[in-house]
Structures are given as structure tokens and as C-alpha cells.
């Protein structure tokens, strides 16, 4: 997660970093994975803390790429990118010849770097195409569901992904609508018939379904539930900070399965939150939890 500071250059936040950073309890020659490498903040603190290690940053987003390169310059040594989604883990491991890590991190936040970058269509706050792709090699944008789903189907996934109670209301002024062909105005078209009565847009729920779906986020986190934990060595730890509740239980139940099977111990009795200062400084993170595990 991050803001965005003078002349629109991205400010970043990573979010519950000191928190990440003990859980994962870094060591100076080990091997590490940042699943989600975004603007480059967790890679490099984690780089920061290593001699002989390196840490493997991986993002679907190319240009949050692009950034994080740019961001972690002074410790490039250790540090190397792989672009790739979740499920391709196997593939990037091989890329650079490992077997195993120490640990694992991943952030399931979207940047404030896309949100505030209009033409990728992510933000219902900064009017754009209607995208919603973190990997722009991918076939099907959020215009496609939008325009192309039927009424039922599209209301299934607005109430299924975005938890929106509402949603068959919302799938009917979007089918009357179409063609709707910028996140403008899909917002106007949901707000007209969900009308605001706090500060959370009427269209947030809507958009983030969207997004799950353009981008199968849960599908891909589920994979990455599969294949990581196998990837750690003896007392390696996985930590994942999620900002919504279907991801935070997908995370809680695999977690604790792993813990009944005996493969695995969990670390955070209680879910770990933002302290009131960091979130007073980066209101991104208000949502955040994290949750660690250590392989036996």
C-alpha cells in the first residue's frame, strides 16, 4: 500500500513492515520471497537485513515492477524480479535455481499506485477505461464482464466476490446501462440506484468484484496456499497480510490446516493489526491483518 507525494511521484507505505520483518525473522544468509513486490518497500527491508542472502521479488503487475526495481537501486545485489502470477511460484523458483526458502511474504494489497493511475481502471475515484488488469498480458478486462455477462451471472459475482447485498439491484442498471466502457461511468450507474450514506463509495463493493474476478485473486491465492508452504525449509516462515475478509479466511482456513495436519505451527494466536500511528499515517492500512505461520 502507498500514497502519493509531490508532483505525483508514488510515496510509499509498506504496511505492518516491523511486524512483517519479525515474523518473518530475516536472516542475514537466508532466502527469501516477496510474492508481491509492488512499489518495492517489504523487498527491500528484507533486503536491507541480508549479507550472503537474496530475496526473490515477484509482482503480475509489470509496472509495479518497473518500480520496485528502481525503489531497491542501493541493494540490487540482493535482490531479483520475476514477473508472474502466484500459481507460476514453481516456474520462478527454477528461473533462479532454488529449492527452498526461509520465507515467504506476501501482500495482498492493491497499490495506491494503480488505484491512482487512471487508464488501468482500478479506482472508481479517477475516471479511466474499465480494465482492472494487474497483468496487462491478460485476455478479459472488467469491461468484458460488465458488458458482456448476463443480468443473474454478473449479480452472482457482485454478491459472491464483493460480499454486496444489493447486487441484483446493481446488475439490473448495469445491463439497462450498456455499453458502460469507463469506471466513471459505472460508478454514476451503481450510485444511482445505491445511494451514499457514509464515506465508502456505493460502487466499492462492485469494483472490487470486479477485480477479483478480472484477475482470479482468490483462484491464484489459493494456489499460492498450495505451493508455498511446500517451499519452506525447516522453520521457514510464511507471513500474508490480507485486506479483505474473504481473503483473510481463505488464509485463516489454510493456515489452520496446515497446523492440523502437523506440518506447520501457527505464530499469531490473534490476528495482527495496524498500530493507531500507522494508520493515522497511511489510512490504507486500516484494514490490514496478518496472519504467520513456521514450518515443522
Known sequence: ??????????????????????????????????????????????????????????DRDAESLQLAQA??????????FFHGSFSELPKALERFGVGAVDGVLVDLGVS???????????????????????????????????????????????????????????????????????TGRLARVVEAVVPRTGRIHPATQTFMALRLAVNDELGELEALLRLAPERLRPSGRFVA????????????????????????????KHVVKPAREEVLKNAASRSAKLRALERI
Do not use: W
Not at 516491523?18 to 528484507?46: C, F, M
Not at 525503489?71 to 531479483?80: D, Y
Open 1 to 58: 500500500m502507498d500514497a502519493h507525494g509531490e508532483g505525483g511521484r508514488p510515496q510509499h507505505y509498506p504496511v505492518l513492515l516491523s511486524e512483517s520483518l519479525e515474523y518473518l525473522a530475516v536472516r542475514p544468509d537466508g532466502l527469501y520471497l516477496d510474492l508481491t513486490a509492488g512499489l518495492g518497500g517489504h523487498t527491500k527491508a528484507i533486503a536491507e537485513r541480508l549479507d550472503s542472502g537474496l530475496v526473490i521479488a515477484c
Open 71 to 80: 525503489a531497491t537501486a542501493s541493494v540490487a545485489s540482493r535482490v531479483r
Open 112 to 182: 495506491r499506485f494503480q488505484l491512482n493511475t487512471a487508464e488501468r481502471g482500478f479506482s472508481l475515484m479517477e475516471d479511466g477505461p474499465l480494465d482492472m488488469r494487474m497483468d496487462r498480458r491478460g485476455d478479459v478486462t472488467a469491461a468484458d464482464l460488465v458488458n458482456g455477462m448476463g443480468e443473474k451471472p454478473l449479480a452472482d459475482l457482485i454478491y459472491q466476490l464483493g460480499e454486496e447485498r444489493r447486487s441484483r439491484r446493481i446488475s439490473r442498471a448495469i445491463v439497462r446501462a450498456r455499453p458502460i466502457l469507463t
Open 241 to 268: 497480510l490480507t485486506f479483505m475478509s474473504l481473503e483473510d479466511r481463505i488464509v485463516k482456513g489454510a493456515f489452520q490446516s496446515l497446523a492440523r495436519a502437523g506440518s506447520a505451527r501457527i505464530l499469531t
